[in-house]
């Protein structure tokens, strides 16, 4: 098979495979929707709304972490990329997802502090 074609069937795969991903992640969001929908009131409302942040963070370092590892493996390790247009351009990508996700870690850290302080009045 022709390295087009495998490329077009992951990314029909991925297609059909979207709608239940999406499921999944409504689903296990679900009780955090609940709170936030209600506007937490008691102190442990906000810090179920506060842990659910601190989770968000962490997951955004590491899909940051994650892509920082990969700029590293495009500039260093693979000959084909290795200055090549497509290396720099994979590098650039994996350098603007490492920002986007740190700022994102850092708008779930201050989201999950707001709703911290809360549990203190």
Same mark, same amino acid.
């Given at each position: 098979m022709k390295p087009s074609n495998i490329a077009f069937a992951?990314?029909? #795969? #991925? =297609?059909l495979a979207a709608p239940f991903q999406l499921h999944a992640q409504a689903t296990d969001e679900a009780?955090?929707?609940?709170?936030?929908d209600t506007m937490a009131e008691k102190p442990e409302q906000h810090q179920a709304i506060a842990d659910y !942040?601190?989770?968000m963070a962490a997951e #955004? +370092?590491?899909e940051a972490s994650?892509? /920082?590892k990969m700029k590293? =493996? !495009? +500039?260093?390790?693979?000959?084909?990329?290795?200055? %090549?247009p497509a290396? %720099?351009?994979t590098e650039r990508h994996c350098k603007r997802?490492? /920002?986007?996700? %740190?700022?994102?870690? /850092?708008? !779930?850290?201050?989201l999950a502090e707001l709703h911290e302080s809360a549990t203190k009045q």
């Open positions: 992951l990314l029909f #795969a #991925a =297609t009780p955090i929707m609940e709170l936030l !942040y601190r989770k #955004a +370092r590491n994650l892509h /920082e590293g =493996t !495009y +500039r260093h390790s693979h000959a084909k990329f290795k200055g %090549q290396g %720099q351009a997802v490492v /920002e986007l996700q %740190q700022s994102m870690a /850092e708008e !779930y850290d201050a």
